[in-house]
């Protein structure tokens, strides 16, 4: 069976997925993630594929100090970057090192699971949901984002990593839209037990700065990190042009906005 790219990057690529891909792609939807589990002080977070923790740390001033809040994350690299970034005064965060199939907690220990753009990446994804029920508290909640596609920008990029440096990196760039549908992962959640389930669209209109720049530093924070920084100079240039001309339509001042859109999944116990 095809297992899915598990999204992995290593040292300097989780300090760039921190300033780029999360600063202007993952950051940008976090707060309404977190919104969506209707967290109360003193609630026990589990974050899960937590990267540099965006959603995590948010997680935390929602909860406040009288909460508790685990960050977990397959990648030591990332979880490196999150212990790095500053928490203002709000509930501890303990970042763990491990896989969302095996989540090493107690049933019953926590009162919000949250996931932000992670699913995509798990080998076994209907464990991963059993899993997330197992360790939910009476009156749990779940919320969960996937990409609802290839996305405008994603798809510009993915055809330009694909003619310039070969079908197997652009198929490596492009796992993370690689995404179960709204049937698929409501079937997941229903299979694992989770009750009242919805998955709702969400949109907003996504900024990045100018394209030439900005898609070779988001390159170098994911995991095609290391077939870009072999490119030539002339191979790389060629891609920032490729992906600006492709989207032109969406040129503004400073850079470029487009509209995107997610799938956001709730429930629960
Ligand atoms: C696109 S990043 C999203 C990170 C974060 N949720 C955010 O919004 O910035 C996907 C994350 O999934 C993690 N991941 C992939 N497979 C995993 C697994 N089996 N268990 C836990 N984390 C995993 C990767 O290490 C990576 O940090």
Not at 68 to 94: F, Q, W
Not at 178 to 195: N, Q, S, V, Y
Not at 237 to 245: A, D, L, M, Y
Request: charged share 20%; glycine share 8%; with cysteine.
């Amino acid at each position: 069976m095809n297992q899915p790219e598990q999204w992995q990057i290593s040292g300097d690529a989780a300090e760039l997925y921190e300033r780029y891909a999360v600063r202007y792609i993952l950051g940008p939807w976090a707060a309404s993630l977190v919104d969506a589990a209707c967290l109360a002080p003193g609630d026990r977070v589990l974050d899960i594929a937590c990267g540099t923790g965006v959603v995590t740390r948010i997680a935390a001033q929602r909860v406040g100090s009288s909460g508790k809040v685990i960050g977990l994350d397959l990648n030591p690299a990332m979880l490196a970057v999150a212990r790095s970034l500053p928490t203002a005064s709000a509930a501890p965060i303990e970042w763990v090192q491990r896989s969302a199939l095996d989540l090493g907690l107690p049933d019953r220990s926590i009162d919000a699971v949250l996931c932000q753009q992670g699913l995509q990446f798990f080998p076994d994804q209907p464990l991963a949901l059993r899993e997330m029920h197992r360790v939910l508290d009476d009156g749990g909640r779940i919320s969960l984002s996937v990409w609802s596609s290839s996305g405008i920008y994603n798809t510009a990029v993915g055809n330009a990593v694909r003619q310039f440096l070969g079908d197997e990196v652009a198929v490596r760039f492009c796992a993370s839209r690689k995404a179960p549908g709204e049937a698929e992962i409501r079937r997941l959640a229903l299979e694992a037990g989770f009750l009242d389930v919805e998955v709702r669209v969400i949109r907003l209109e996504a900024h990045l700065p100018a394209l030439d720049k900005f898609v070779l530093c988001h390159l170098a924070s994911t995991p095609v990190a290391s077939m870009l920084a072999g490119a030539s100079a002339q191979i790389r240039h060629e891609i920032g042009i490729s992906v600006t001309e492709q989207l032109k339509h969406y040129a503004d001042a400073d850079g470029v906005t487009y509209p995107e859109e997610s799938f956001l999944l709730t429930g629960r116990i």
